[in-house]
């Protein structure tokens, strides 16, 4: 099994640009989020996903849109990058039985300048 | 707004003694989760602690939660420098777990 993959690894925006961060999983998760990391901080939830077709907003949801039309994918969609939005951003599936412990992608270093 | 806080933000030991890393949180939760992040990489799941139980163990890592406190504590014992590494505490409100809120985290060194 790949786990959680994410791509690109590394991305430069200028403001205004938008783009689509890739998150992909193959344990059959019903469940997926999107974090971002900044400096000297823990992660903060953007979105998550309880299934296909259902979304929500977690703690920072502006600027960032999501959607789940199959198991596997989780894309996370910046419409208009402000520099504001320069992080780490990290997806995570987890089951929704056995341990609940999420598993991470090795996350997306994105710079907005 | 972030619902745990961490104690110490950063830790420096020696190869074999003990780290203790602490974890405080605001609001009622189902578990807490430690997680350790090894520098650029994403972040590998530890270890959970469910709200009914006070104290778990795995391999070198014991955990304890007090919940009348609102706090957890990791200790990573006989410690190695290959534990070098940040290490989050994340609480979930329901037993999926899938909506953590992590603490700012500790960075923890190993010294050989």
């Known amino acids: 099994n790949a786990g959680v993959t994410q791509t690109p690894k590394f991305q430069v925006l200028k403001t205004g640009q938008s783009m689509t961060l890739q998150c992909a999983q193959d344990?059959?998760?019903?469940?997926m989020s999107w974090y971002r990391q900044d400096p000297g901080m823990g992660l903060r939830l953007i979105h998550y996903?309880?299934?296909?077709?259902?979304?929500d907003q977690g703690e920072v949801p502006n600027g960032y849109n999501v959607s789940r039309s199959t198991t596997e994918d989780f894309p996370l969609r910046l419409l208009s990058a402000a520099p504001s939005q320069t992080s780490v951003y990290f997806c995570?599936?987890?089951?929704?039985?056995?341990?609940?412990?999420?598993?991470f992608g090795p996350g997306t270093r994105l710079t907005v300048t | 707004s972030q619902q745990g806080e961490e104690d110490p933000q950063a830790l420096s030991i020696q190869e074999g003694e003990n780290a203790t890393m602490n974890c405080s949180y605001k609001?009622?939760?189902?578990?807490l989760q430690w997680y350790r992040q090894n520098s650029g990489r994403g972040l590998v799941h530890l270890i959970l602690?469910?709200?009914?139980?006070r104290e778990k163990h795995s391999g070198r890592l014991r955990v304890t939660l007090d919940t009348s406190k609102k706090s957890s504590s990791l200790l990573i014992t006989a410690s190695r420098a290959a534990d070098t590494a940040s290490y989050f505490c994340?609480?979930?409100?329901?037993?999926?777990?899938?909506?953590?809120?992590f603490g700012a985290g500790t960075i923890l060194r190993v010294k050989s």
């Open positions: 994340a609480t979930a409100a329901t037993q999926y777990g899938n909506k953590l809120v």
């Open positions: 995570a599936s987890s089951s929704r039985t056995g341990t609940y412990e999420q598993y």
């Open positions: 996903s309880v299934g296909a077709g259902i979304t």
């Open positions: 344990m059959n998760h019903e469940y």
């Open positions: 609001t009622s939760i189902n578990n």
């Open positions: 602690i469910r709200s009914n139980e």
